[in-house]
């Protein structure tokens, strides 16, 4: 579409690993591995919530649309970077660029607010305990799984909607492993671009950082009320210890990736962080909750008994 000397591209070249850097064979190998690893460990998680009887507390109805959400998740990245390490010519379309955005920034906002009711979970069942189970019905988890969606879609529309009609300049190079929204707005040259991008940043701020403080306020109680009540409480904090792995994973890998001012001679790093948080993160999630979760472990154990 031609405004003056403004043209949206109809195709997006993206540049992956520099030549120096990259072992295509081992690349991969790498993200297969990693890929293959997601999609069966999650995958497994999802099954063992659904099927097993011992699963089916709140804890482990989240952890099963967790990991639903991290196969999502990583499908979206993922399968396109594999396609592009068998091409040398790694395009996409510009339709096919925005309804990734579209998808990742839901994923990724859904499974935010998700870390958060999870948490929330966790301060009911400890400093409510005689109360969790009408506080935490059925019904008030399928709520809270639903509001996750809703946020995350909603979200993520609005973004991709504003990206969507940003102008460019007829460049059509995201120096990125695929389409994310801060290197495709880098290419428009709207001079709107600041306002665009600080409504952008506003809305996906708004999804993370409240997701995080109600975090963070959830495990605060959860700490005064261990510290009140004594040795008692530590058994039930310690069943606190995977979220608080996966929290500091979660939002650390985030803040590293987007917080963190790098130099502009860091794009292979900038690479680097992108597989963390989009491939690497996904993977450790169910590895954490399966190795630290004795439950989990015992629904495994039985499973492969079957």
């Given at each position: ?215 963070l306020v959830s495990y ?84 492969l008994c079957r």
């Open positions: 579409l031609q405004q003056g000397n403004l043209s949206r591209p109809t195709t997006f070249l993206l540049l992956g690993f520099s030549n120096a850097c990259r072992a295509q064979v081992t690349l991969c190998l790498f993200f297969q591995l990693i890929y293959l690893v997601t999609v069966l460990g999650n995958l497994l998680i999802v099954t063992l919530v659904w099927l097993d009887a011992h699963l089916q507390s709140p804890v482990y109805f989240f952890l099963g649309h967790l990991s639903f959400l991290d196969i999502c998740y990583s499908s979206v990245t993922l399968p396109k970077i594999l396609g592009d390490s068998f091409s040398s010519q790694k395009t996409t379309s510009f339709v096919g660029c925005i309804t990734q955005i579209y998808f990742f920034l839901c994923f990724r906002g859904s499974e935010c607010v998700l870390v958060a009711a999870m948490a929330y979970d966790r301060y009911l069942s400890i400093c409510h305990l005689f109360r969790y189970p009408v506080l935490m019905s059925r019904r008030i988890c399928h709520c809270l799984v639903a509001i996750s969606w809703l946020s995350g879609s909603l979200s993520s529309l609005i973004q991709a909607f504003l990206t969507a009609h940003l102008p460019f300049c007829g460049s059509n190079i995201i120096n990125h492993l695929f389409c994310e929204m801060p290197f495709l707005l880098q290419a428009s040259c709207s001079p709107n671009a600041p306002l665009n991008k600080a409504t952008l940043y506003a809305l996906a701020g708004t999804i993370a950082m409240g997701s995080f403080l109600l975090t605060a109680h959860i700490i005064r009320t261990v510290l009140q009540k004594g040795v008692g409480m530590q058994n039930a904090f310690a069943t606190c210890t995977s979220h608080l792995t996966v929290v500091s994973l979660f939002f650390g890998a985030g803040a590293v990736a987007y917080l963190v001012p790098h130099s502009s001679g860091s794009k292979e790093m900038d690479k680097v962080l992108a597989l963390l948080y989009a491939a690497v993160t996904p993977m450790l999630n169910r590895i954490i909750y399966s190795l630290r979760n004795s439950e989990v472990r015992g629904a495994i154990r039985k499973a």
